[in-house]
C-alpha cells in the first residue's frame, strides 16, 4: 500500500512545528518528509533562476513583468521537480544517510517509507512536473527534458568528485534557461550568462551548507566543496559570489536593463557579504540559517528585475 506508512518523529534538521507535523494526516507526513515539503528554501532556490530569467526576458521583450501564467507554472513545477529530486537523492543515498547524524532520521532509512513507496511517489511528482511543462512551447519542454540529465548524475558526484556542488549548480541553475526560453522559443545570451552565475551562487550557498555535515561526510567518505576549501572557504565564497555578481550584470546588461536591475544586483552584493562575514564554518546551526537566507538574496534579485521592467514598460 502506497500510505501503509510509519511516523516515527520529523527529520532532524526540519523546521519545527512546520504544518506537516501539524495539519498533515500522518500517513502522509513521511512522504511530505521525503519531498522535504517542510524545508522551501530547496524549492525556492530551484524557482529562482525561473523568475529571475522571466523577468530578465521581460525587461528585453518590454514587457512590464514577467508572465503571470509562466510564474505560477515555474512555482508548482519547482515545488514538484525538487520533490522528486530529494526523493531521487534519497533512493541513490540511502546507505549514506543511514550513517550520518542529520540525515539518518530522512524517510527512507528511518523506515518510515519503503523503497517500493518512495518510487511510486516519485512518478507521481514527476507526472505532476510533466503536466506542468507541457504548458510551455516546444523549445521549452525540450529544455526541460534535458534538464534531467544534471539531476540524475548529482546524487553520484559526491562519491566521485570535490565539486558535487557544481554539479548541483547545474541541475539547480537550469530555470535560467527556461523562463527566457517561455517567452522567447529560444536562447540567447543572457540566458546562458545567467545560468553560469546561478551555478557560482550555487556552489557558495551549498558550500555553507555541507559544512553541516563535514564531519560525517570525512567518515563516511563524501566529498564536498566543504571538505575542498576548508578553512578557506571564506576567501573561497568571496571568489564564488563576486563571480556570480559579474555574470548576473553581464547577464542584465545583454537583456538591455536599466539602473533598477542594476540597483537589484549591487544591494544583493551587500547580503551575499554578510554571509561571508558572519559565516562560522563550524557552527552548523549557523550554517543553516545563512544557507536559508538565501530566500531572500533571491528576492532581491527578482525585485531589481521586476521593477526595471515596470520602469520600462512605463
Known sequence: MLFSTKDTGPVADAVKRHWVDTRLPASLRPYARLARWERPIGWWLLLWP???SAALAAIAAGNGWPNPWHVVLFLVGAIAMRGAGCTYNDL???DIDSKVERTRSRPIPAGQVTRFQAKI??????????????????????????SLVPVAIYPFMKRFTNWPQLFLGFAFSWGAFMGWAAE??????APIILYAGGIC???????????????????VGVKSTARLFGNRTKPALIVLYALATV??????SLADAGPAAFAGILLGVLHLGWQVVTLDIDDGDQCL?????????????FAGFVADALIGWL
Open 92 to 94: 541513490v543515498d540511502v
Open 247 to 252: 555574470l548576473f550584470m553581464l547577464a542584465a
Open 289 to 301: 540559517k545563512l544557507f536559508r537566507s538565501n530566500t531572500t538574496y533571491g528576492w532581491i534579485l
Open 50 to 52: 525561473c523568475l529571475w
Open 201 to 219: 551562487w550555487t556552489i557558495g550557498y551549498d558550500t555553507i551548507y555541507a559544512h553541516q555535515d563535514k564531519e560525517d561526510d570525512a567518515l
Open 184 to 189: 522567447f522559443g529560444h536562447l540567447s545570451w
Open 121 to 146: 511517489f516519485l512518478v507521481l511528482q514527476c507526472l505532476v512536473g510533466l503536466i506542468v511543462l507541457l504548458q510551455f512551447n516546444l523549445f521549452t519542454i525540450a529544455l526541460g527534458v534535458a
